[in-house]
């Protein structure tokens, strides 16, 4: 079965690319525009793996990040930061990756691979 991944960004030109590189490599997905959105959507889809911006509006991605980790349920989901945002994934200490935007696609998949395989 493949690996799900929830993308996380309040770009849709940045969803729309980064769900067609996963989907192309083998990868189901889910989406969410904002944090707020991201928690009702990690609870109902329970993915394996989370790309996250870390600026959005509603909810900052660092936000989410930490509602997300208090749960028990989801707090091993790994996290890979896609941000614009130089050092804020600092906040974010246990992400498996920090790619900055503009990214490498091979990067991505990579780390990707490298998280969930």
Known sequence: MAK?????DDDPVVVKYLVSLLEDNGYQTCTAGNGLEAMKVI???KPDLVTLDLEMPE???TRFYRKFKKDDELKNTPVLII??????HLSVRDAVGYLAKPFDPE?????VKKAVG
């Open 4 to 8: 799900k991944i929830l993308v996380i």
């Open 43 to 45: 609870k109902a889809e």
């Open 59 to 61: 909810e900052w991605g």
């Open 83 to 88: 941000s614009g945002m130089p050092s804020r």
């Open 107 to 111: 990067k991505v998949l990579e780390l």
